[in-house]
């Protein structure tokens, strides 16, 4: 298996691991299968934990390899990383402000973004697409760097970023699919809107 996915090209390994991030995405939604409630503690523990990963896997996978391709380009590592860094929040920020969404446990009339008249379950989706745009980029640039044969990117660390997306989707999955639940939806449509917010 390891060997299948190291002779795929660039382009297919990193549609692979966005693949399985999804899965695990669908693998939390699915959880809405068998509860109705989730114990709030236990949800927030899980979360808590998928916090922690993806914090350790956006500095270990990403940033401190982008200081040290910077070093080796003699550029000012932390300058450039800081530069790349920030125009990322500020692309975040930009879609916050812009894309209409709502967030899980806020009430309709908190909705960010763009005012509309889309329903309350529409808004939350469109709150997870937000959150899976830069994952999406984060994984295809880990992937990109090592096609581009950057000496500081290596299989390792983009495997551990995707890993680390995974490991964080799953509570978030289920995060969101059992509120929607309680909120009338039936299961499959719940499940639908979490794993493919586009049904």
Do not use: Y
């Amino acid at each position: 298996m390891v060997e299948w996915f190291l002779e795929l090209n660039a382009v297919m390994q990193a549609f692979v691991a966005t693949c399985f991030t999804w899965f695990l995405t669908a693998l939390g939604a699915g959880v809405v299968f068998s509860f109705k409630e989730i114990n709030r503690k236990m949800l927030d523990g899980m979360l808590g934990f998928a916090a922690g990963v993806m914090i350790a896997a956006s500095f270990w996978s990403l940033l401190a390899p982008a200081i040290d391709m910077a070093e080796d380009m003699g550029h000012r590592a932390w300058l450039t990383a800081a530069i790349g860094f920030l125009s990322g929040g500020a692309f975040l920020w930009v879609l916050d402000e812009c894309l209409p969404h709502l967030h899980l446990g806020f009430p309709r009339s908190e909705a960010e973004g763009v005012k509309t008249g889309w329903h309350r379950s529409v808004l939350l989706v469109l709150a997870i697409t937000l959150h899976n745009i830069p994952e999406g980029l984060a994984v295809g640039v880990a992937f990109g760097a090592l096609a581009a044969d950057l000496p500081s990117a290596t299989m390792a660390g983009a495997v551990a970023l995707a890993v680390g997306i995974g490991l964080q989707n799953f509570p978030e999955g289920a995060a969101v699919s059992v509120p929607l639940r309680r909120e009338g939806f039936s299961r499959l449509k719940c499940f639908g809107m979490v794993s493919c917010p586009e049904s």
